[in-house]
């Protein structure tokens, strides 16, 4: 069984802080990873997708990709009320087939 | 202005009914997928088209439907079958010319059974 494993929190940072959200994955296969922001009863909206190890960054986000370790971060510095929300992982395992983690909440306290 | 649309936004079902979520994409896009969202898990997908006329299924497509008769369209239809109905239904699209397909959401279908 595919699985992607995250920490459901909540993760509570204040303003201006770096959140840090961790996913973890189980299919050594898995080629490319992808984070995405939902708000509470909408859906999910594609923030940073990585493929190759390392950092890449966009703006206040940073993903990082340790496929050694299986393991994918997403990092959101100068954190705003605006960035509460659920984050979701999910990793490309291939064939057409994404597996999704159940998410985390993070807050974000002004 | 390009993107996913589903209909309708809210929809209740009487237990035995089958009823059918629509979702139509103007990104040409050629892959579509449905997947089920219930609270604190993750996406699940039901079903999944690569191109016109053709689906696959996914990890939960018992009591669940669709048909890919145009490439712009992929309705899903919840029928009786499907005991636990209730969720949100996310439709997603992505294009074949991404080496990475990442995908993309329309705005979802609330579904409650009565």
């Known amino acids: 069984q595919k699985e992607v494993e995250q920490n459901s929190g909540p993760l509570s940072v204040p303003e201006g802080a770096i959140a840090s959200l961790n996913c973890t994955y189980s299919?050594?296969?898995?080629?490319?990873f992808f984070w995405y922001r939902q708000y509470s009863g909408k859906s999910p909206e594609l923030i940073m997708f990585i493929y190759s190890n390392g950092d890449k960054e966009d703006g206040r986000f940073t993903a990082q990709l340790n496929k050694a370790s299986q393991y994918v971060s997403l990092l959101i510095r100068d954190s705003q009320p605006s960035d509460s929300a659920t984050y979701l992982c999910?990793?490309?395992?291939?064939?057409?087939?994404?597996?999704f983690g159940a998410g985390t909440r993070l807050f974000v306290k002004a | 202005d390009g993107g996913i649309t589903q209909s309708p936004k809210y929809l209740f079902r009487k237990e035995g009914q089958n009823v059918t979520l629509s979702c139509e994409q103007n990104l040409n896009h050629d892959a579509m997928y449905w997947y089920r969202q219930d609270p604190g898990q993750g996406l699940r997908l039901i079903y999944y088209s690569q191109i016109v006329n053709d689906f696959q299924k996914g990890d939960i497509a018992e009591g669940y439907s669709v048909s890919r008769e145009k490439k712009e369209s992929f309705p899903l239809t919840v029928t009786s079958a499907q005991k636990n109905p209730t969720a949100f239904y996310l439709c997603a699209s992505s294009t074949e010319f991404s080496s990475y397909n990442e995908q993309f959401f329309g705005p979802g279908t609330r579904l409650t059974v009565l």
């Open positions: 999910a990793a490309d395992t291939g064939g057409f087939k994404t597996i």
């Open positions: 299919d050594r296969g898995s080629q490319s």
